[in-house]
């Protein structure tokens, strides 16, 4: 539990461990976070500093888990959302570079890509792509 790679993940699933004793890992990783807070403006110098001596003195993963429920996920999951990218088929690379040199010709490519896309039954643009990469991943 102590592990560093297993910290954040047992904070998001503290809600169910609440008497489980935390590690100075876990307390690590608390304060952290609540200097993140800090730093982003979250939080006041005074309830910055009231919860980082919480956290240290906290005993289970229940106690740390409340001194950043009211704060946002980690700064890196905040902003990020799936993004579903269409397969055209299309050559992303080859695609800006059209769309900087000449923009009207890098809409057209794409829009022809699209076209030619839909014409292709889903099952064929699946073995498209399999042929394409040489087999089986």
Known sequence: MGQPGETAVVMQGAAGQGDVLAS???RDAVAGRLSTAFAEGRLTSGEHAERVRAAYGARTLGELAGLTADLPGPAGDAGRQAVLVPDYGVDWCLLCALLICCPPAGIAWLLAARRRARR???SAAVRARTEVRGGDW
């Open 24 to 26: 100075d890992a876990d």
């Open 120 to 122: 292709v039954t889903p």
